[in-house]
Antibody, heavy 120, light 107 residues
Framework: EVQLVESGGGLVQPGGSLRLSCAAS????????MSWVRQAPGKGLEWVAN????????YYVDSVKGRFTISRDNAKNSLYLQMNSLRAEDTAVYYC?????????????WGQGTLVTVSS | EIVMTQSPATLSVSPGERATLSCRAS??????LAWYQQKPGQAPRLLIY???TRATGIPARFSGSGSGTEFTLTISSLQSEDFAVYYC?????????FGGGTKVEIK
């Protein structure tokens, strides 16, 4: 069974940093592109970043470029999102999502999410 | 960037009735369109991809149609577990974009 479990969310002040983790199991993690998708409270879904199987390619939505860094450790079956210079508008539930092996940018499995709140 | 617009924002339907949800893209996305279901407090679940292909384990009462810029998700006979928010998403152009969602509520 595919499982994605996020952790690392919490309350942080504006300008602060947070590192999110996603532990993957039930599939060959190193064979898949992986993404982070976020959802502000009461709002819709926004793709944030993704990373290729070997970590050689990374892409970001414009609003987080230069502040967020996506990474992965295939030996640990883990995905990460380092978030720096956090802003109030980054407040959201952050989901780890697996991309379909056949179709990049199609999200076939999602974790339950971790809440990040940026507030003073 | 491609903007995805869903309508209506809220759809009130009685159990057993048919629900029809719409999604429009600001430019053609071919058939590279997916639908997701999200229940309160839960992660989204992939329902449909390729505009009309059901994902693994998705019941046949869910069907998708359309291509280019106009898409439809139809739930043929609403069950209690189908009341949720539905999102469309294009993956034809980078970056992937989601629509604003349609909430299907009990009438």
């Amino acid at each position: 069974e595919v499982q994605l479990v996020e952790s690392g969310g919490g309350l942080v002040q504006p300008g602060g940093s947070l590192r999110l983790s996603c532990a993957a199991s039930g599939f060959t993690f190193s064979s898949y592109w992986m993404s982070w998708v976020r959802q502000a409270p009461g709002k819709g879904l926004e793709w944030v970043a993704n990373i290729k199987q070997d970590g050689s390619e990374k892409y970001y939505v414009d609003s987080v470029k230069g502040r967020f860094t996506i990474s992965r450790d295939n030996a640990k079956n883990s995905l990460y999102l380092q978030m720096n210079s956090l802003r109030a508008e980054d407040t959201a539930v952050y989901y780890c999502a697996r991309e379909s092996t056949m179709i990049v940018d199609l999200f076939d499995y999602w974790g339950q999410g971790t809440l990040v709140t940026v507030s003073s | 960037e491609i903007v995805m617009t869903q309508s209506p924002a809220t759809l009130s339907v009685s159990p057993g009735e048919r629900a029809t949800l719409s999604c429009r893209a600001s430019q053609s996305v071919s058939s590279n369109l997916a639908w997701y279901q999200q229940k309160p407090g839960q992660a989204p679940r992939l329902l449909i991809y390729g505009a009309s292909t059901r994902a693994t384990g998705i019941p046949a009462r869910f069907s998708g149609s359309g291509s280019g810029t106009e898409f439809t998700l139809t739930i043929s006979s609403l069950q209690s577990e189908d009341f949720a928010v539905y999102y469309c998403q294009q993956y034809n152009n980078w970056p992937p974009h989601f629509g604003g969602g349609t909430k299907v509520e009990i009438k």
